[in-house]
């Protein structure tokens, strides 16, 4: 659980927006680790698929795009 506030508080300071989304993920992570842990498979699961894996892949995607449009 402390890892988890640790992580978020990483995401919101982090100057680089790519330090963000990783700790974004690492918070996922954690929270699906938890989930495990309190017995809710299905959950972590979810978390994990849609939490981590989606939302990070968005989130790469969308800063290359703006990455691209920057140097554009």
Same mark, same amino acid.
């Given at each position: 659980m402390i890892g988890i506030v =640790?992580? #978020?508080i990483v995401a919101i300071q982090a100057k680089k927006v790519i330090t963000s989304v990783i700790a974004l993920d690492v +918070? @996922?992570?954690l929270?699906? %680790?938890e989930f495990? %842990? %309190?017995q809710a498979p299905d959950v972590a =699961? #979810?978390?994990a698929s849609? @939490?981590?894996v989606l +939302? +990070?892949?968005l989130y790469i995607v969308a800063l290359r795009k703006v990455k691209e449009e !920057? !140097?554009?």
């Amino acid at each position: 659980m402390i890892g988890i506030v =640790i992580a #978020a508080i990483v995401a919101i300071q982090a100057k680089k927006v790519i330090t963000s989304v990783i700790a974004l993920d690492v +918070t @996922g992570s954690l929270a699906a %680790l938890e989930f495990l %842990l %309190l017995q809710a498979p299905d959950v972590a =699961i #979810a978390e994990a698929s849609v @939490g981590v894996v989606l +939302t +990070t892949v968005l989130y790469i995607v969308a800063l290359r795009k703006v990455k691209e449009e !920057d !140097d554009a």
